[in-house]
């Protein structure tokens, strides 16, 4: 996987967590108990896609532009976006649409979780 920062810069949001959904052999990043990206592991660990959530028509601009974003991976595919681990999609942009998919999670959370996360 060529975005070897993914982890670090994943678990650097406020409340993020981690953990590994064994049954799918995802690694997914949390918010408030909710998934805002997946790294997705196949049979042998090796990390073949990255899962994250757009808006519905950010994510068909990304898929129009980059072939190495596809809809979701066993994942709702008007929502969720898939990113090829070794493909093309610049670093700069991908922690963009990282950014942007913790967000909305994020905004999705009640008020009080959201306060609760950021400490209030």
């Known amino acids: 996987m060529r975005y070897t920062w993914l982890d670090e810069y994943c678990l650097g949001k406020p409340g993020a967590e981690k953990d590994l959904k064994e049954e799918w052999n995802w690694f997914r ?14 049979r042998d660990d090796v990390p073949y ?27 709702n595919k008007t929502h969720w976006n ?15 649409m990282l950014d942007k998919s913790y967000q909305l999670v994020f905004a999705g959370l009640t008020k009080k979780r959201q306060k609760e ?4």
């Open 49 to 75: 896609y990255i899962n994250l959530k757009l808006e519905p028509s950010e994510g068909e601009f990304y898929r129009q532009q980059y072939e190495d974003v596809i809809p979701g991976y066993y994942s």
């Open 82 to 96: 898939s990113i090829k681990t070794d493909g093309a999609v610049p670093d700069e942009l991908l922690r963009e």
């Open 29 to 42: 990043y949390m918010v408030g108990g909710k998934m805002f990206a997946a790294v997705l592991l196949d």
């Open 117 to 120: 996360i950021l400490g209030e």
